[in-house]
């Protein structure tokens, strides 16, 4: 008989490998309960990533997730007008004044209505392959959207997308399953409620609650905790919180309910608390456990994965972030590793970014038979570099280039145009 898609047998391994874990998340919350103490004494919270430099007071004011992420509200849009884009001339007399509605302002949808798009088309150059060049002309092409009724909500989006069957990235996240061509894909979907001004009740398909949510999806550190914006989003329930000092979400996954077979679907919970000090720093702290019968990417059956770390931005001057995020993984049979990343983020001008990231990733080395051979990445220490530069040119308008350096990996050049209406 099943309960929740685990075996009474299963279960019992899974108390017992929680059990010999108990310590630690001891002492992770009693860290969490420190951290709050401190920031609990600070100014308020700020957007996601490194819109701290500008000091917006929380991510639920540009954005219909209340952690950050792509639907962007009225006031974000008038944000993005006024703060992201490049400025090519000095306005005289009175402010330009911002766009705020759909298709660069020529349609301002009813306040209860949020309507966006986005789409995003990738070139690929690796100098060292036979065929070094490839263009993929719908990277994302995506439409979404939230209305909301009272303290009532419903949203998500929909769109097109190609992969191949079993694909990292892009796969999870199909409503069809075309296999030579382009499927529906639908990368989050919710009703909610808003309780007061602080608290926000979603469920459905969301983006996990974790890290530092950042755009570049394909880092170590959004692979390895299986977290990205691209197609790891959860079925399940989250509970928000954004206040003036601290912001935090909790979620209860249910699983993938867009992959299948059912022992594929990972079940656990995913959570992460964030507090604002003086002099423009953010510090917090993630967690994230989950269980799924077979693991979907390794084959590996009754797989319990952890990531359990802590996360950075700081802003010492406007025009320069800093931030950086450390996670402990933690599988079955398999030693702890462990993933990591720094970026800094200098903006000259208003609209134009040069960016610098480093990563680390250890995955741990497996516990098999014969006994396994420690290689960079698992066992063993892999390194990472990208250089970046990435101009917001016009309102709702972004071009991208990243060079990519990766040990024992070719070298990679991504260029990426990105329009969002």
């Not at 992969?163 to 061509?181: I, K, L, M, Y």
Request: hydrophobic share 40%; aromatic share 10%.
């Amino acid at each position: 008989m099943r309960c929740f898609g685990f075996l009474p047998a299963t279960v019992v391994q899974y108390a017992r490998f929680m059990k010999e874990r108990i310590g630690r998340w001891i002492r992770l919350a009693s860290l969490v309960v420190a951290f709050a103490f401190v920031f609990g004494r600070s100014t308020t919270a700020h957007a996601y990533a490194w819109m701290i430099k500008h000091e917006y007071t929380s991510c639920a004011t540009c954005h219909a997730d209340p952690s950050g992420g792509e639907l962007l509200t009225k006031y974000g849009r008038a944000t993005s007008d006024i703060v992201l884009r490049m400025h090519y001339k000095k306005q005289d007399g009175e402010p330009e004044t911002p766009k705020t509605g759909v298709l660069w302002g020529l349609w301002d949808t009813p306040d209860n209505l949020l309507i966006s798009g986005s789409y995003r088309s990738l070139t690929v150059m690796r100098p060292d392959q036979a065929d070094p060049v490839k263009f993929i002309p719908v990277m994302v092409a995506d439409l979404g959207g939230q209305l909301t009724l009272g303290n009532f909500m419903v949203g998500g989006t929909i769109g097109l997308g190609r992969s191949a069957r079993g694909a990292v990235h892009g796969a999870p996240a199909q409503v069809t399953t075309n296999e030579d061509g382009y499927n529906l894909l639908s990368r989050t979907h919710y009703v909610g409620m808003k309780l007061g001004d602080s608290v926000w009740v979603r469920g459905g398909r969301l983006n996990l609650p974790f890290g530092v949510r950042m755009p570049e999806h394909t880092t170590w550190v959004r692979d390895a905790t299986r977290t990205d914006r691209d197609s790891d989003q959860q079925h399940g329930v989250s509970l928000a919180y954004v206040g003036e000092r601290i912001r935090m979400e909790a979620m209860a996954i249910a699983g993938n309910y867009q992959l299948g077979p059912d022992r594929y679907r990972e079940r656990g919970y995913s959570l992460f608390i964030e507090g604002v000090g003086a002099g423009n720093i953010a510090a917090g702290l993630s967690s994230k456990v989950t269980y799924a019968g077979e693991d979907r990417i390794t084959g590996e059956v009754d797989s319990v994965r952890q990531a359990h770390g802590m996360m950075m931005r700081w802003a010492p001057v406007q025009s320069l972030v800093v931030m950086a995020e450390f996670d402990a993984l933690f599988r079955s049979r398999a030693d702890a590793g462990y993933v990591g990343f720094t970026q800094i983020d200098y903006e000259p001008v208003g609209g134009l970014h040069f960016l610098l990231t480093g990563e680390m990733l250890d995955e741990g080395l497996a516990i098999q038979s014969p006994a396994p051979v420690s290689a960079p990445g698992q066992g063993q220490p892999k390194f990472g570099f990208w250089a970046s530069i990435d101009w917001f040119l016009y309102t709702q308008l972004e071009v991208r280039i990243d060079a990519i350096a990766r040990q024992n990996e070719p070298f990679t050049l991504l260029g990426q145009f990105h329009l969002y209406l």
